[in-house]
Structures are given as structure tokens and as C-alpha cells.
């Protein structure tokens, strides 16, 4: 895009005008394209209409995953094991996540931890949790009881989510850790 500056003689505002007037078109074809993919453009951002409202921001883990649903749904996304989710499943479980978070009255900022193995599951929390607003704490599952007691009280997790293999871990952590409600 070439752009000629109004004033001959002043070369400096003239090249940072030019920058400034290409990245607010640039910009503007952006929001264009959201729009056409489903977005809505609001205040704060993009909303994304896929992951049922919560803010999808590039540099976030829900911007490429709702990227993905808004151009392919069906394309396959996860396989782990014999579980294979595309998109549009993935997005599914994201929401159903998201809204529970959101039913046990945790607010924007709350932090919820996550104990479980690499798999569907816990890549539906990677996604899910940011996505309701919330802080995502991931524990590491190699960890004793008191070695993860330390770290949810010194966080101050409102909320646990555990992967089959650890539930009884996460009942241990419930009464050692006040802070967590649920």
C-alpha cells in the first residue's frame, strides 16, 4: 500500500502516519474477517460465538481452536487413544466445562487447579478454563499430597478438577486446602 505523504518536507510524521493509517486498515480487514467467521467484534475484543461467548483473543488458546471450528467443524482436532473429538466435539466439551465453572459461581480471576495425565480431557481444561475467565493452574500429577497442598494453598484455588486416576488425590487436597471451595 503506498500513501503519499499531505505535507512534503516533514518525511518523519509523514512515514509514522503512513504505519499508522496501513495498520488501521490492516486492522480493519481483520475485524471483517472475523465477523464473516462468526466473531463479534465488542469492546474488549473479539467474542467468539463458538466457545459460547467467552473472549477469544489471539495470543490465547481459544483463538486457534475457534479459528479452526469457525473454517473447519468436522476436520478431526484430538486423538488419544482410541477417543478421537473434532473440532466442533472439542468446542462441545469446552463449553460443557466453561458453563459448569461458571454454575458453581467461580468469577472472572478465580483460580482452578487441574491434576491429570496428558489427554482429551486435560486439553479440554488447557482450553476450557481461560475460556470461563478463569486462571488455569496445572499441577503436576508426580507430586506428593503435601507438595501439591503447598502449591493450591499458596495459590489460593478456589476449585480442583481431577482426572479419574487422581480424584482421590484431589479428596485428600479438599480439607487440607481451605481456600478451596469446590
Known amino acids: 500500500t503506498q500513501w503519499t505523504p499531505p505535507v512534503p518536507g516533514h518525511r518523519v510524521t509523514s512515514v509514522i502516519m503512513a504505519k499508522a493509517v496501513m495498520a488501521e486498515a490492516r486492522l480493519e480487514r481483520r475485524a471483517a474477517a472475523a465477523l464473516q467467521a462468526g466473531y463479534r467484534m465488542t469492546r474488549g475484543g473479539v467474542e467468539d460465538q463458538f466457545l459460547g461467548g467467552a473472549m477469544a483473543k489471539q495470543g490465547t488458546l481459544s483463538w486457534p481452536m475457534s479459528r479452526a471450528i469457525a473454517t473447519h467443524p468436522n476436520a478431526e482436532a484430538i486423538v488419544d487413544g482410541?477417543?478421537?473429538?473434532?473440532?466442533?466435539?472439542?468446542?462441545?466439551?469446552?463449553?460443557?466445562?466453561?458453563?459448569g465453572l461458571r454454575d458453581l459461581g467461580l468469577r472472572t480471576g478465580d483460580i482452578v487447579v487441574s491434576?491429570?495425565?496428558?489427554?482429551?480431557?486435560?486439553?479440554?481444561?488447557?482450553?476450557?478454563?481461560?475460556?470461563?475467565?478463569?486462571?488455569?493452574n496445572d499441577l503436576n500429577y508426580r507430586l506428593a499430597v503435601p507438595e501439591l497442598e503447598f502449591i493450591?494453598?499458596?495459590?489460593?484455588?478456589?476449585?480442583?478438577?481431577?482426572?479419574g486416576a487422581y480424584l482421590e488425590v484431589a479428596r485428600q487436597l479438599k480439607p487440607r486446602c481451605p481456600s478451596l471451595a469446590y
Open 152 to 163: 493450591v494453598n499458596d495459590c489460593g484455588a478456589r476449585a480442583i478438577v481431577a482426572d
Open 115 to 136: 491434576i491429570g495425565q496428558n489427554s482429551f480431557r486435560h486439553l479440554v481444561c488447557w482450553v476450557g478454563i481461560p475460556a470461563a475467565g478463569l486462571v488455569f
Open 82 to 99: 482410541e477417543t478421537r473429538l473434532n473440532y466442533a466435539q472439542w468446542s462441545r466439551r469446552v463449553r460443557g466445562l466453561t458453563a
